[in-house]
């Protein structure tokens, strides 16, 4: 049951992955958004996607028991923190975003 709950968190990568390059393409076409959280948007993204890869390597930092379906998540949750924290703040031009 603990493989299979961190399996299940492993194939969240990839959806994680699209919504997060989504959010990064926006802000860089549209300069709608600030350029800070869609480059933190692409480090997160890179770290989901290196979660697909924990589903097949048997043990180190990349397998289900490694550091990395800890840190993936938890970079997940500092990029909302920091994209909310940041979009509150007014615009150049004074109004909200």
Same mark, same amino acid.
């Given at each position: 049951?603990? @493989?299979?709950?961190?399996?299940?968190?492993?194939?969240?990568?990839?959806?994680?992955?699209?919504?997060?390059?989504? $959010?990064?393409?926006?802000? $860089?076409?549209?300069?709608?958004?600030?350029?800070?959280?869609?480059?933190?948007?692409?480090?997160?993204?890179?770290?989901?996607?290196?979660?697909?890869?924990?589903?097949?390597t048997?043990?180190?930092v990349?397998?289900?028991?490694?550091?990395?379906?800890?840190?993936?998540p938890?970079?997940?949750?500092?990029?909302i923190l920091?994209?909310?924290?940041?979009?509150?703040?007014?615009?150049? @031009?004074?109004?909200?975003?």
């Amino acid at each position: 049951m603990y @493989d299979l709950t961190f399996a299940l968190l492993a194939m969240s990568g990839m959806p994680a992955v699209v919504a997060l390059g989504a $959010y990064a393409t926006v802000g $860089y076409t549209t300069k709608r958004l600030p350029r800070p959280t869609g480059d933190f948007a692409i480090l997160t993204a890179a770290a989901h996607a290196l979660l697909l890869v924990s589903l097949v390597t048997p043990r180190g930092v990349l397998s289900l028991e490694g550091l990395l379906i800890t840190v993936a998540p938890a970079l997940l949750f500092v990029w909302i923190l920091t994209t909310a924290v940041t979009l509150r703040r007014p615009g150049p @031009d004074g109004l909200p975003r």
